[in-house]
Nanobody, 134 residues
Framework: QVQLVESGGGSVQAGGSLRLSCAAS????????MGWFRQAPGKEREGVAS??????????YYTDSVKGRFTISRDNAKNTLYLQMASLKPEDTAMYYC?????????????????????????WGQGTQVTVSS
């Protein structure tokens, strides 16, 4: 059974840092697109970052609001996805989810609406809460 488990969320002050982890079990995802999504109260789920490996190169994509502050990475040997978040802002407060998708979906993660996200990505983890106070 494929399973993704997120961890690492918490409460921090603005300007602080957190590192989220997503442990995958039940399959090897090394060639798939892996993505981080978030959903704030009252808002639609949005794609935050994605990563995919093609040949010997790794490609990463970010939504504009997190560029330069967040870094997505993966450890294929550990089947674990990470999201290093720095210079956190109150608007980063949300439930963060990881999910797996096809490689072609990676570049457009930031522009997908929630319906398309659900159609192209899965399985999904249970989420980890990030709260940033001002």
């Amino acid at each position: 059974q494929v399973q993704l488990v997120e961890s690492g969320g918490g409460s921090v002050q603005a300007g602080g840092s957190l590192r989220l982890s997503c442990a995958a079990s039940g399959y090897t995802y090394s060639r798939n697109c892996m993505g981080w999504f978030r959903q704030a109260p009252g808002k639609e789920r949005e794609g935050v970052a994605s990563i995919v490996t093609g040949g010997t190169r790794t490609y990463t994509y970010y939504t504009d609001s997190v560029k330069g502050r967040f870094t997505i990475s993966r450890d294929n040997a550990k089947n674990t996805l990470y999201l290093q978040m720095a210079s956190l802002k109150p608007e980063d407060t949300a439930m963060y989810y990881c999910a797996a998708g096809p490689s072609f979906a990676c570049p457009t993660i930031a522009t997908m609406n929630p319906s398309l996200q659900s159609a192209r990505f899965g399985p999904w983890g249970q989420g980890t809460q990030v709260t940033v106070s001002s």
